[in-house]
């Protein structure tokens, strides 16, 4: 890529990193995320600044880095608390990714506030497709907080928003957080339903993230039930 400290080979850089995220591959997404946060430092532009630092958290969080990530969840704050509207919504996986960072950061209310800031993005940029991805965070945000009464709400809105798309990958990842939800309200039969089906859903998808989370919302959900081997 002849850009590679450009805007082109920013976006290309973060582009893989979210694809290493969605197969698990961890240490290759942070790899690529702190390549992408010093192109785009480079390159000038305050959303794509915001996005790769967005990425760069989750990255790190989701390795273990948590001074790396704890940096660049800050920087990224600071980013997007300087940026109007119009940025935001030009480039909305900032929040996005930050909301999710939040989750495993343990940032509940500041990820609560930007995942409403990222749906609100997420209209005014006409991204349609982003929904899904947004509406996991805020999902597991609302669940880890105890609001699961619009947890589920959210999540058996975004069930029906996959289907009506016929977005496999929305779909099970739907499925697997309306599980979680569930098992925490105790509802065991919702948790299995949706774990059964997320799981028969991901087995048309590569391994990675959504087909292991899958499995896992499903065990937990017969743990729940007592029926765990």
């Not at 990714?97 to 409403?116: P, Q, S």
Request: charged share 20%; hydrophobic share 50%.
């Amino acid at each position: 890529l002849p850009d590679r400290d450009g805007r082109d080979g920013a976006g290309l850089m973060i582009d893989l990193a979210y694809g290493a995220f969605l197969r698990a591959e961890y240490d290759v997404m942070l790899t690529w995320c702190l390549e992408a946060r010093d192109a785009a430092r480079r390159a000038g532009e305050r959303p794509l600044a915001a996005t790769a630092a967005a990425i760069t958290a989750l990255g790190a969080a989701s390795t273990g880095a948590v001074p790396v990530a704890l940096e660049a969840f800050d920087e990224t704050q600071a980013l997007v608390a300087a940026m109007s509207g119009d940025e935001l919504a030009s480039r909305p996986h900032a929040l996005q990714w930050l909301c999710a960072a939040a989750f495993y950061l343990d940032r509940y209310a500041d990820g609560i506030a930007h995942a409403e800031a990222g749906l609100e993005a997420v209209r005014l940029s006409g991204k349609s497709q982003m929904f899904p991805g947004m509406t996991q965070a805020f999902g597991t945000l609302l669940v880890a907080t105890g609001r699961l009464g619009e947890a589920a709400a959210l999540l058996d809105s975004a069930v029906d928003a996959a289907r009506l798309t016929d977005n496999a990958l929305g779909l099970s990842w739907s499925l697997l957080n309306r599980s979680y939800a569930a098992v925490k309200a105790g509802d065991v039969r919702t948790a299995n339903e949706a774990g059964e089906e997320a799981v028969s859903v991901t087995r048309g998808l590569d391994d990675g993230f959504v087909k292991a989370r899958a499995s896992a919302a499903l065990g937990a959900a017969r743990l729940e039930a007592g029926d765990a081997p």
